[in-house]
């Protein structure tokens, strides 16, 4: 199966501060990238759907001036959190999926404290 | 909104087969479904798809119902390792061209005993 990678798998940052997390498809092409925020014990949530070259589509919700998305290339997207607060503490998961797959690819996800 | 129904939480003993419920009574005819798991802290991971046939692979069996408002997400034999939390997925993967939203629900919190 497709492998997606995210970096850093975990982060500790202090309240006002700005975190950067990527997510790469390691062997395939990803056409379209989600992300997803979950806090303990909750299921998944989507937060914003990107595709390469375009400007992400965020769920209701989802400040997007707060949850910066960047899908630059076929293979990598980005989330920053900018200013971050600690109720932004959560694990956040990416997903990737490309035109020759009929599923989504998730990354191992990221685990982010803020003090 | 999920579109599907799954119990909050299933216990097996190691080494039993495993029957994990969903029920999907909105299903279009379009909508494949879609099982994933989650082991503590790490994505998702995908398990099995189906239209409307039975499927096997190395992982697991889904079983379809014949009027598909229903499906069961077969481990044939529990491991420790199995203990995650087991998602129900509805996805149209008929668009072209296209993407498709995923919506998790609350999943079902599988417990192997030994």
């Known amino acids: 199966g497709a492998v997606v990678s995210q970096h850093p798998s975990r982060v500790i940052c202090k309240s006002g501060t700005s975190v950067k997390i990527e997510c790469r498809s390691l062997d395939f092409q990803a056409t379209t990238m989600f992300w997803y925020r979950q806090f303990p014990k909750q299921s998944l949530m989507l937060m914003a759907t990107?595709?390469?070259?375009?400007?992400?589509?965020?769920e209701q919700g989802v400040e997007k001036d707060k949850f910066l998305i960047n899908h630059a290339s076929l293979t990598l997207s980005t989330l920053t959190v900018t200013s971050a607060h600690p109720e932004d503490s959560s694990f956040y998961i990416c997903?990737?999926?490309?035109?020759?797959?009929?599923?989504?690819?998730f990354g191992p996800g990221t685990r982010l404290t803020v003090l | 909104d999920a579109k599907t129904t799954q119990p909050n939480s299933m216990e097996s003993n190691e080494e039993e087969p495993v029957h994990l419920p969903c029920n999907h009574s909105?299903?279009?005819?379009?909508?494949?479904i879609h099982w994933y798991r989650q082991l503590p802290s790490q994505g998702p991971e995908y398990v099995i798809h189906?239209?409307?046939s039975n499927v096997n692979n190395r992982m697991a069996s889904l079983a379809i119902a014949e009027d598909r408002k229903s499906s069961t997400l077969i481990l044939h034999r529990a491991t420790l390792r199995d203990a995650a939390v087991y998602y129900c997925i509805l996805r149209d993967n008929s668009e072209s061209g296209g993407y498709q939203k995923v919506t998790f629900g609350t999943g079902t919190k599988l417990q192997v005993i030994p």
């Open positions: 997903s990737a999926e490309g035109a020759s797959y009929n599923e989504q690819f």
């Open positions: 189906g239209l409307t």
């Open positions: 909105t299903i279009s005819g379009t909508d494949y």
């Open positions: 990107s595709n390469e070259g375009s400007k992400a589509t965020y």
